[in-house]
C-alpha cells in the first residue's frame, strides 16, 4: 500500500461501502467549472487523484475527455473498479503518480487534497499535467449554519483532533504554490437527500477517523447520532431527511 496517512488508511479500508451511499453527489454546478474554469471536454485528458470509490466520476463524464483515477487505499479502489470498469484506474499516491510526464491537462482532487497537502505532492501533480494544465480541488462542506448540522459537527469534532481536514484549512498554507498561478475560489449549493440512517448516520461513519475507531466507540458514535435525529424537529419521524452542504471549488494553472 502507498504511503498515506494511518487514519485513511484504516478508516476508510472499513467504510468502503459506507462510502458510497453515505457521501452526497456533487452539483451540476461543478459541471460548469470544470467546462469553463478547468477547460475539461473532448479531448482532454483528466485524472481524479485520491479518488475513493470514484464519487466525482460521475461530474467527470459529463464534463468529456479521456479519464484516470489513482486511488492509495486498495478497498477503495476495488469500488471504484467495480463501479467504472471503463476508467483507467491505479493503485498509487499524490506523491508518487504512476503516469508519464505530461500525460493530463486537468488533475481534480475530489475530498481529497487535505490528506495530501505537500509540497512533494503538489511538484509530482505539476510533473504529471501538461504546459498550462490546471489543478481543481473541490470538497462537498457541512453548511454549519444549520443548528442541527452544527450539532451533528460537536459530536464529530473531538475524534478530528491533529487530523488533516478541509476544516481547519491547512491545506492551504501551501499556496500561492511554486510553478502554479493564483488560487481561484468558487462556492455552489449543495444537498445529500434520503432516508435519514443514510445521509446522516452512515455520512458519520464513513468518516475517515470515526470508521477508523473501535466497533465499541463507532457504535457509540452512531448512537449519539441516531438520538440526535430523534430529537431534531427537522428530522425526527421522517421518512427523509435533507443534509444541507455547500461545494468549495478550488482552481489554479500550471505555469511555466
Given at each position: 500500500m ?9 478508516g476508510?479500508a ?5 462510502y ?5 453527489e456533487y452539483?451540476?454546478e ?11 471536454g ?8 485520491g479518488?475513493?470509490t470514484?464519487?466525482f ?5 459529463v ?8 486511488e492509495p487505499v486498495?478497498?477503495?479502489?476495488e469500488e471504484?473498479?467495480h463501479?467504472?470498469p471503463?476508467?483507467i484506474a491505479?493503485l498509487?499516491?499524490?506523491?508518487h503518480i ?7 491537462d486537468v ?7 487535505h ?5 512533494e ?6 510533473r504529471?499535467?501538461a ?7 473541490i470538497w462537498?462542506?457541512r453548511?454549519?449554519?444549520v ?5 451533528l459537527s460537536?459530536?464529530?469534532r ?5 487530523v488533516?481536514r ?8 501551501l ?18 437527500c434520503?432516508?435519514p ?9 464513513s468518516?475517515?477517523?470515526i470508521?477508523?475507531l473501535?466497533?465499541e466507540?463507532r457504535?457509540?458514535?452512531?448512537s449519539?447520532v441516531?438520538d440526535l435525529?430523534?430529537?431534531?424537529p427537522e428530522?425526527?419521524n ?10 468549495a471549488?478550488?482552481s489554479?494553472r500550471?505555469?511555466d
Amino acid at each position: 500500500m502507498p504511503n498515506i496517512h494511518h487514519f485513511a488508511a484504516r478508516g476508510f479500508a472499513n467504510c468502503a461501502a459506507t462510502y458510497v451511499s453515505g457521501r452526497p453527489e456533487y452539483p451540476q454546478e461543478a459541471d460548469e467549472w470544470l467546462h469553463s474554469v478547468l477547460g475539461l471536454g473532448a479531448g482532454k485528458a483528466a485524472l481524479d487523484l485520491g479518488a475513493g470509490t470514484g464519487k466525482f466520476l460521475a461530474r467527470l463524464r459529463v464534463a468529456g475527455g479521456t479519464l484516470a483515477a489513482v486511488e492509495p487505499v486498495p478497498a477503495m479502489l476495488e469500488e471504484l473498479v467495480h463501479a467504472h470498469p471503463d476508467v483507467i484506474a491505479k493503485l498509487g499516491s499524490a506523491e508518487h503518480i504512476p503516469f508519464p510526464d505530461c500525460s493530463f491537462d486537468v488533475v481534480i482532487c475530489a475530498q481529497a487534497f487535505h490528506w495530501f497537502a505537500t509540497p512533494e505532492a503538489l511538484a509530482e501533480i505539476r510533473r504529471v499535467l501538461a504546459p498550462r494544465g490546471a489543478l481543481g480541488l473541490i470538497w462537498n462542506v457541512r453548511d454549519e449554519s444549520v443548528g442541527w448540522v452544527a450539532a451533528l459537527s460537536e459530536i464529530i469534532r473531538p475524534y478530528e483532533i491533529d487530523v488533516p481536514r478541509y476544516h481547519s484549512q491547512g491545506w492551504r498554507r501551501l499556496f500561492p504554490a511554486d510553478g502554479f498561478g493564483p488560487l481561484i475560489e468558487r462556492r455552489f449549493p449543495n444537498a445529500h437527500c434520503g432516508p435519514p440512517e443514510q445521509v446522516i448516520v452512515d455520512r458519520v461513519l464513513s468518516i475517515s477517523v470515526i470508521a477508523a475507531l473501535p466497533i465499541e466507540e463507532r457504535t457509540r458514535v452512531a448512537s449519539r447520532v441516531r438520538d440526535l435525529i430523534a430529537h431534531s424537529p427537522e428530522l425526527a419521524n421522517q421518512k427523509l431527511a435533507t443534509f444541507p452542504y455547500y461545494t468549495a471549488a478550488f482552481s489554479c494553472r500550471k505555469i511555466d
